[in-house]
């Protein structure tokens, strides 16, 4: 069979949360002997980013070109991201903005192609116009469980209503019924999560919505980087602390800061990923900080991680049972925030309430022996290790796969 995948890569090296949910089932689709064909919308992939799909043995393909200016720029798209009331803008910027200039060369590229099925992120929306226009199967990974998710208000910060009215009107310019969950454009096939019902409610998703257990690969992802192992204390306590490609730009000292500070309190050592600090010449004493970390390795030794919320971490998190403490600092991460406190798992924390006091009385309760938000979480971890999300995941996509072949 030969399986197109599409994933969305806005700009380099800052979508490594909507290239990772991809790499298990890539690495499965081709381990049970089948073509599996890459392309990133709406930009092509980083040289980083390219060399790790490849690395797995799938066929990296040229996306349709684009004019310059149609997305904002890198820096601009972080600003807005930070910025509540107009950060509908970045969302526009790459994901309605470049549909029109990209949909004809898409549709060629695909009847080039000739896929059996095409596996794509659920935000791509020139990617479901393309395919439905195409009568072609599309399976769609929804990056988190937000597809579960009827209002922005309540699972998005900032202000992204502006974007429902000209999306629809768009999709039905195209004579495409429009079936949205917040930003997820439901798939008419399948639509996977990489979570299981233990932590996502079942009953909340859409029709066609599989859970599927986890997508932590077995081996290496392809993005492995130079650590400095031999720093890694094994008699104190370690916190893990990211933040996601695009943010780990930033300052973000009024999250930083307080990490520090209660890390030394509580003589544990911090595991930072920040490519602001990471640059600078400060001297961190016992702490590590890197631009980029080799997360799943790192959560093997970790005692507490405290993340953004990004689907991806929260779900490797609770997948090697390190509770998770979440600050979550824009787009969905609400989602996946309120997720892990309704669990028990671990906290979920407003940017605005984090502070040294919070910051410290929160660490010394996950670090507590025998505390049971690390117990609880031992426990969800049992059901995303039994179930093996990359080949439940293969299996509906060869369904669809076999059906058009």
Not at 88 to 111: C, N, R, T, W
Not at 173 to 189: A, C, D, Q
């Amino acid at each position: 069979m030969k399986i197109l995948v599409i994933t969305l890569q806005v700009s380099d090296g800052n979508s490594k949360g909507h290239i990772h949910p991809f790499i298990t089932t890539t690495q499965k689709l081709i381990s049970m002997g089948h073509d599996v064909f890459w392309l990133s919308l709406p930009k092509a992939l980083s040289q980083a980013d390219r060399e790790q799909v490849e690395s797995l043995g799938a066929q990296v393909v040229v996306p349709p070109p684009l004019k310059e200016g149609i997305i904002k720029e890198n820096k601009e798209l972080a600003r807005l991201a930070m910025d509540k009331e107009n950060n509908y803008q970045a969302y526009k910027s790459f994901l309605l903005d470049p549909v029109p200039h990209q949909l004809d060369g898409l549709m060629e590229l695909i009847k080039d192609l000739a896929p059996n099925v095409v596996l794509q992120d659920n935000v791509l929306y020139s990617a479901a116009i393309a395919c439905t226009k195409l009568q072609l199967p599309f399976v769609s990974i929804c990056v988190g469980p937000k597809i579960m998710g009827k209002d922005f208000e309540e699972s998005y910060l900032g202000n992204l209503q502006p974007i429902i009215e000209p999306r629809r009107a768009m999709f039905e310019s195209y004579g495409v019924k429009p079936n949205f969950r917040l930003f997820e454009y439901v798939s008419p096939y399948a639509n996977i999560i990489f979570a299981t019902e233990e932590f996502v409610d079942k009953a909340a998703l859409p029709e066609n919505s599989f859970l599927v257990g986890s997508a932590v690969p077995q081996g290496g992802r392809g993005d492995d980087v130079d650590f400095p192992w031999e720093d890694v204390a094994t008699d104190k306590n370690i916190i893990y602390a990211a933040f996601g490609c695009v943010l780990s730009k930033m300052p973000l000292a009024d999250v930083i800061d307080p990490i520090f500070k209660a890390a030394d309190a509580l003589d544990a050592q911090l595991i930072l990923a920040s490519e602001h600090l990471a640059a600078s010449a400060k001297d961190f004493g016992r702490h590590i900080v890197v631009s980029y970390a080799p997360q799943l390795e790192i959560l093997k030794k970790a005692h507490v991680f405290i993340t953004h919320g990004g689907a991806s971490s929260v779900m490797e998190s609770i997948y090697f049972g390190v509770p998770p403490i979440v600050v979550p600092l824009s787009s969905d991460q609400p989602v996946q925030a309120q997720l892990v406190e309704k669990a028990g798992v671990g906290f979920n924390i407003a940017r605005e309430q984090w502070n040294d006091e919070v910051c410290l009385a929160t660490l010394q309760k996950l670090l507590a022996s025998g505390n049971e938000f690390a117990a609880k979480c031992k426990t969800l971890q049992t059901t995303y290790q039994n179930n093996d999300g990359a080949k439940n995941a293969a299996d509906i996509i060869l369904r669809f796969a076999v059906t058009n072949s």
